[in-house]
Every structure is written in C-alpha cells, then in structure tokens.
C-alpha cells in the first residue's frame, strides 16, 4: 500500500533531494577509529556560521528536502543547534540528531526539543563502559551516554541506539541489543563499520572473524524475529562478507547528499577520497544549482556512467553500483564495479584482504585526531 | 528496570495513533502527502492515507472501518482485513501506537 521512495521508474530524471546529511562540525569528543568523517578534518575556523546554516536550510526546504540529519563531528558543539533546529522545524523538515551524547549540558536536550526537535541517535561504542571508553578513547563516555539517553526520553523524545560494529565489540552484539531495549529505545542500529576514511586506515584492527560475523547475523536475525513489533533492529551488514553491494546513499546523487562543516556539497560523506572529483559550495552557488549542475553529482547519477558487469545486471537500479568509494578504494577507479558484489570480477580481493587483516598486528590504531593520523597501541 | 515490552495485537477496540517521532504532512514541492519517520519517507496511497489520517487517538479500528466502508462503499467486513493488516504492519514497524 505504500512505496518508499518517490519516482517509481526513475531513470535519469533529477527529482528532488529529500535527505540531507549536515555535518555542522568536525570537532567531536571522541576519536573512533572508524570515524566516518574524512582523514583530513577541517577546524573550527572552517565552520560555516550560524547565518550560512540558516540560509542553506532554507534553499533545502524549498528544493524538497524533507528530512535533515543534524551531525558532525558532534553536532552539541554548536551552541547555535537550538537555532538551526528551529529554523528546521519552522519549515516542516524533519530533524534527527545523531550525538554521542557525552557533552550535553543540563537542560540541552530539553531545550532542543522545546526548538521542535523530532529524533534522536545516540552512538553506543559498546555496550559496556570498558568497550565504550576504548573505541572512543574517552574516560567515563559510557555512563554521559546512559545518562544522554536518558533524557532523550525524558523530553518525550523517540531514541535510536546506534552501535557501530568490528572486530573489538562484535561478541557484544546481544547485550547491545539488552541495551537498547533497558534503555527504552524504538530503535536498534546494528550498524558493521565501512571501509572507507578512518576505518580504511584501520582496517586490520577493526575487521572481524568469519566465525564472529556469522555469528553476529544469527544473533540478529533471531532477536529481529523475537522483537519484532517490540524493537525494531536496522542491521547494516559488513560488506567484506557480503554477495551484493549496498546502494550507497540509494543511489549516488538520486535522493540525499550531505554537507561538510565549511559548506562543501558532497554527493556522500565519502565522496573526497575520489580524486579528480570537485565539489561546490554553498555560498559560492545555491543549492539547487549544485544539485542539478555539480558536476561531482553527475559523474555517477543515474546509470549512464555504468560498465560491466553493472551495465546489464538486472539489480543496476537495486544496489547502483554499490559504493563509488568502494571502487576507488579497492578497484582503484570509481567507475567500476563496487567489489563488494559477488559478479565483480575483484570480489575475491575482499576475501584476501579479510584474510591479510587476520594475519596483521591487529592492536594497532590510528585514532581520530585533527592533525596527521599517528599510529597508536591500545 | 522498566516492564517489558510486548507486541501489540490490533482488536477493533483498538485506537490507532501515529507515533511521536512520525509526521504527516503534505508536500508542496512533490505535491503529495508524506509520513516522515526517522529513516525513512513513505509515501501513502489515497487508501493508506485515509487510514493514516484517522490515526489520531481519536478513532477505534470499528469508526475507522465504519468510515472507510461508507467512503469506498463497502462493507466494513470486506474491508476488515486489509485495514487491520495495515494497521498490524505500521505497529509493527514502530509508526503507530495500538
């Protein structure tokens, strides 16, 4: 009775936006090592201000979007988010908020939803405080988090527990899941790390065994069955185990993109570790400019740019090619074929590349810092 | 510790709400009604919308059937089933409160 996405027989037509991905700010208290935030993290003083949020917001309400994640970095760093937040709910977008919850200060959460908030994500690195205070590098993370979460429910806010997954917390995927139904929450992401940014530089440590991945999928699968009408549990599978691709941002320019903290239009949040690539910012042009002309958001709409084996693969307009950052990463070509698909002739390469990652030094990490990446022992 | 939750089941009895974090509205740009939930769009049919319009904890699944019989001309019997396998689906999948 009802379809999802807009535009049944989408081909080539530019429809509207509906999703945006406002990273307000690269800062962020903690420095996950799979941080989905590009390597090179732009300061403070590269923020666009409270002004260029307003207006860019605005363009993106009359474009069509409809619904805006307010992210970062940690977006609580803003002082003005109570504005923007406003200035969203004013307009009819939907707002999610997707914090790590450890720097709020009293009455903050109450306040965002007096501003007309609508949704809350908070990250849990792992379902106990050990885990959480490791991946984060951050002491006392886990308890600001329950305490965070908290709130969100005591403002009568929905919360959604977003558990980043790899090879350091896999084994906690059932208490994750005891967690998110302690706290309350209507929502359970069981989200497996992506290889791309932080998470590429470290991939050995974070990638997980077979034997913990299968086990993992039978642990979710049974408690999406038990809860199911009680928790709702969203499970982002890892793509190194995977036979298709994911249909990253569904669909490369088709119905989302996402914003850099200096205002920098991106097709994904990704989308500058392909070379070559040049994006706009909002400033310089409007956003609806950028969404119809950018010529980043062109390069791989649709499914004109597709080769072999995507051109006459009957899933072309299902996964998209997958991911184009995938592709550069492991294929070295965005054009190609995302190798997470089984019908990409490199597939086999993510199998070797699980297996180099079990026979590396597996404790070593490069934390996210602002500066040159360093390696560190945990 | 809170009490645990459980599945709600629809009854006729039942009084549908949209959930808290779910918003319907139309849309001026695609000139088409929304639910806005926190992940996704959806983008109801007329019938799913009359439906999802009288979601307001106002209504029991018996006005609701009611209403939708005289409106599409059916009996509320014919319409039972779909109806309430709606109204089960979107409780399920956390949009509505039964």
């Known amino acids: 009775m009802v379809r999802q996405i807009f535009g049944d027989a989408m081909t080539q037509t530019i429809l509207p936006p509906i999703g945006m991905l406002a990273e307000l700010t690269h800062r962020c208290p903690l420095q996950c090592a799979y941080c989905s935030n590009p390597v090179e993290l732009l300061k403070a003083n590269r923020e666009m201000a409270t002004e260029a949020w307003l207006a860019l917001f605005d363009q993106a309400a009359d474009l069509g979007v409809l619904q805006i994640h307010l992210s970062g970095g940690e977006p609580t760093l803003r002082p003005d988010l109570e504005v923007l937040v406003e200035r969203l709910a004013n307009r009819g977008v939907y707002t999610n908020l997707i914090t790590a919850g450890v720097s709020l200060a009293e ?57 980043p997954i790899h090879r350091h917390n896999i084994e906690e995927v059932p208490a994750f899941i005891d967690l998110a139904l302690a706290l309350n929450a209507e929502r359970l992401e069981i989200a497996n790390v992506q290889y791309a940014g932080w998470a590429l530089l470290n991939r050995n440590a974070l990638m997980p065994d077979r034997a913990s991945v299968e086990r993992q999928v039978e642990t979710v699968r ?130 070797t590349l699980i297996d180099e990652a079990m026979a590396a030094d597996r404790d070593e990490f490069r934390y996210r810092r602002i500066g040159s990446p360093v390696l560190e022992r945990q | 510790m809170m009490p645990r939750r459980e599945r709600r089941i629809v009854t006729a009895s039942s009084i549908p709400v949209l959930k808290r974090h779910t918003r319907l509205q139309y849309d001026p740009v695609r000139q088409a009604w929304a639910l806005l939930s926190p992940e996704k769009v959806f983008w109801p049919d007329e019938i799913s919308l009359d439906i999802l319009k009288l979601c307001d904890g106002k209504h029991s699944v018996r006005q609701i059937l009611d209403h939708l019989a005289s409106v599409y001309e059916a009996s509320p019997e014919e319409i039972a089933e779909d109806v309430e396998g709606f109204l089960q689906e979107w409780s399920d999948r956390s949009l509505v409160t039964l």
């Open chain 1, 107 to 163: 009455g903050r959460m109450e306040a965002l939803a007096q501003a007309g908030l609508d949704h809350v994500q908070v990250s849990f690195q792992g379902a106990f405080a050990p885990t959480t205070e490791k991946i984060g590098n951050h002491r006392g993370a886990h308890e600001k988090k329950m305490e965070t979460a908290r709130q969100v429910r005591a403002a009568g806010l929905p919360l959604t527990i977003n558990a």
């Open chain 1, 222 to 351: 049974k408690a999406q069955e038990d809860l199911y009408g009680i928790l709702a549990i969203d499970f982002i599978t890892p793509d190194y185990f995977a036979m298709y691709p994911k249909p990253c941002m569904g669909g490369w320019a088709r119905d989302a993109f996402v914003v850099a903290p200096d205002g920098s239009v991106l097709p994904c949040h990704a989308a500058g570790t392909i070379p070559d690539l040049v994006f706009d910012r909002f400033g310089d042009k409007s956003l609806a400019e950028i969404w119809l002309q950018s010529k980043a958001f062109n390069a791989f709409r649709g499914t004109d740019w597709m080769s072999e084996p995507c051109r006459s693969c009957e899933r072309q307009e299902i996964d998209w090619g997958g991911c184009r950052c995938q592709a550069m990463a492991l294929a070295g070509s965005a054009a190609e074929t995302d190798p997470a698909c089984a019908k990409s002739p490199l597939h086999a390469r993510m199998a």
